[in-house]
């Protein structure tokens, strides 16, 4: 059993790497093939992100969060009014795992859109605010069209095949997001390997995941058999499979489960803990179905559903409002 997740290093096609080659989009692309067949799940080295990026965004996200409920409350989603941008409160949102609904010990906030009309956490000026979650976006955007290249290429296809499904990320016509994450400090006595975030799989395509310095993150084993701890690392960034890309790789590319649990050191120091995520989902009216399609008994079975009906389903079943 795979025990630990995969480490890539991407410096070849990375944000440092100014102009990458074929050679190079290929080679990184073999290695996540690799890495994605066997769990789904990577921590990619020397991606080039600006770790100030990351920093100033978990900074003022943190200051959002710890406001009172009326001010969180001006940000709430809407999401009966088709609004789904905005501040999630805890209790909102749950998983099922082992038969028995978790209530997420956690709050939250969806950014669907950057541009300057968008629903931010505004802290302060908006403009400082919005300036802050563009610039991570417009990184976390440039990193996934890249990660996108080296994966057509490995999956046989050209290599703007699967950019070219993904043309508005953070824009109109498109559910790709970033959600920044908060989960409080426990409060009274909780066991240890209790669950801040039940066990389920990402919706889209791709997911980003920046994480803080503390542990509680968990992938379930490629045989389905155990836990596999998925710490931070420095200077590393944690890339997984989604729904959306296993049902086009027919399961060749796992969208595994994971959680969030309360592990032993996070009791003992009594701290918060972040994370910011990035959904990368397709443009909305593409049509998710096998890329191989030589491998489908007959043309009926070519339609699976469009990427916002899959998301739309999805929503509904975890939402409670």
């Known amino acids: 059993m795979l025990e630990r997740i995969p480490i890539v290093?991407?410096?070849?096609?990375?944000?440092?790497?100014?102009?990458?080659t074929f050679q190079a989009f290929q080679n990184v692309g073999s290695h996540l093939d690799t890495a994605f067949r066997e769990i789904?799940?990577?921590y990619l080295a020397n991606h080039g992100l600006n770790p100030g990026t990351v920093s100033r965004s978990m900074q003022s996200s943190k200051t959002f969060f710890l406001q009172n409920e009326e001010q969180k409350t001006k940000f709430k989603r809407e999401v009966n009014t088709g609004d789904?941008?905005?501040?999630?409160?805890?209790?909102r949102e749950f998983?099922?795992?082992?038969g028995q609904d978790i209530f997420e010990i956690r709050e939250s906030f969806d950014i669907f859109s950057l541009g300057d009309e968008a629903k931010i956490p505004e802290t302060g000026s908006r403009e400082d605010t919005l300036d802050i979650y563009q610039s991570l976006g417009k990184e976390a955007i440039d990193l996934t069209s890249r990660l996108l290249k080296a994966l057509s290429i490995a999956l046989g296809k050209d290599i703007?095949?699967?950019?070219?499904?993904?043309?508005n990320m953070m824009k109109d016509g498109n559910k790709t997001s970033m959600r920044t994450l908060y989960y409080p400090p426990i409060e009274g006595t909780v066991s240890p390997g209790s669950i801040r975030c039940g066990a389920h799989t990402d919706y889209g395509t791709l997911t980003?995941?920046?994480?803080?310095?503390?542990?509680?993150l968990q992938v379930k084993s490629a045989l389905g058999d155990g836990w596999i701890d998925a710490p931070p690392l420095k200077g590393k960034l944690m890339v997984n499979i989604g729904d959306l890309?296993?049902?086009?790789?027919?399961?060749?590319?796992?969208a595994t489960v994971h959680r969030v649990i309360i592990p032993e050191e996070e009791l003992s120091r009594k701290c918060a803990r972040q994370s910011i995520v990035f959904f990368v989902h397709p443009d909305d009216q593409?049509?998710?179905?096998?890329?191989?399609?030589?491998?489908?008994?007959?043309?009926?079975?070519?339609?699976?559903?469009?990427a916002l009906e899959h998301v739309q389903t999805r929503f509904k079943q975890t939402f409670k409002y």
Do not use: C
């Not at 890309?245 to 796992?254: D, F, K, Q, R, S």
């Open 9 to 20: 290093d991407i410096a070849d096609i990375g944000l440092g790497a100014e102009d990458p």
């Open 40 to 42: 789904g799940f990577v």
């Open 84 to 91: 789904i941008s905005g501040w999630v409160a805890q209790g």
């Open 95 to 98: 998983f099922n795992e082992d």
């Open 160 to 167: 703007h095949f699967l950019n070219n499904l993904h043309r």
């Open 208 to 216: 980003l995941l920046f994480q803080d310095e503390y542990p509680g």
């Open 245 to 254: 890309l296993e049902m086009w790789t027919e399961g060749v590319y796992p």
């Open 286 to 306: 593409v049509m998710i179905s096998p890329l191989n399609e030589e491998k489908l008994v007959d043309s009926t079975q070519s339609r699976f559903v469009t």
